[in-house]
Nanobody, 123 residues
């Protein structure tokens, strides 16, 4: 039903910006809450942000509040993560994940996952 593809990663200077996109080729993304997670070598995924199906509820990890913005365009079956004022500690592979329940525990979130897009922030 859902096949997610992330894009928009790349290299940025500290203080710079990147915009990540999560697109569903199955065009059914509106039925799912979508979260962004990130992973670095030697660690499991870390929650970054999540948006509910309608787009009127969002949650962010404390370290990204005020810097990252998650949004969605259900007509285009896309979810965007706008990343501003990037810090070197934001360097990671970023994944988007879709889940039928916005309020599901973070450790259990994600019925569908993308392949990831690399974000590297230099100091």
């Amino acid at each position: 039903q859902v096949q997610l593809v992330e894009s928009g990663g790349g290299l940025a200077q500290a203080g710079g910006s990147l915009t990540l996109s999560c697109a569903d080729s199955g065009r059914t993304l509106a039925a799912y809450a979508v979260g962004w997670f990130r992973r670095t070598p030697g660690s499991d995924h870390e929650f970054v942000a999540v948006i509910n199906q309608s787009g009127n509820e969002t949650t962010y990890v404390d370290s990204t509040k005020g810097r990252f913005t998650i949004s969605r365009d259900n007509a285009e079956n896309t979810v965007t993560l706008q990343m501003n004022n990037l810090k070197p500690e934001d360097t990671a592979t970023y994944f988007c994940a879709a889940d039928p329940m916005y309020g599901s525990p973070w450790y259990g979130f994600g019925r569908y996952w993308g392949q990831g897009t690399q974000v590297t922030v230099s100091s």
